[in-house]
């Protein structure tokens, strides 16, 4: 079992910056893919970013160029660096961990508000 705990949301204008981490624990040694999601009222959750235990990087389209995914030094945690935000960002990010024959494991989610 992978436990996640996300931290990092909130409120910012159009145009600012937000970071969102991410911390895994359990069977993390398991663990080859992190990466958040998002999910917006009324919408299906979307895939944000994921990057793999050998650094590569997944971005959707709205967010490529804007958003950065990094995992840390430990392994078990990935973050978000949120630039150029946008109100059709807003929506709760999910962090998730994939761990093969255990498949995708899910956080609590954060709530991330864009004003305009």
């Known amino acids: 079992q992978v436990q996640l705990v996300e931290s990092g949301g909130g409120l910012v204008q159009a145009g600012g910056s937000l970071r969102l981490s991410c911390a895994a624990s359990?069977?993390?040694?398991?663990?080859?893919?992190m990466g958040w999601y998002r999910q917006a009222p009324g919408k299906e959750r979307e895939l944000v970013a994921t990057?793999?235990?050998?650094?590569?990087?997944n971005y959707a389209d709205s967010v490529k160029g804007r958003f950065t995914i990094s995992r840390g030094n430990a392994e078990n945690t990935v973050s978000l660096q949120m630039n150029s935000l946008k109100p059709e960002d807003t929506s709760v990010y999910y962090c998730?961990?994939?761990?093969?024959?255990?498949?995708?494991?899910w956080g609590q989610g954060t709530q991330v508000t864009v004003s305009s």
């Open positions: 359990g069977s993390i040694s398991n663990i080859k893919t």
């Open positions: 990057i793999t235990s050998f650094g590569s990087e």
């Open positions: 998730m961990a994939y761990a093969p024959w255990s498949g995708n494991y």
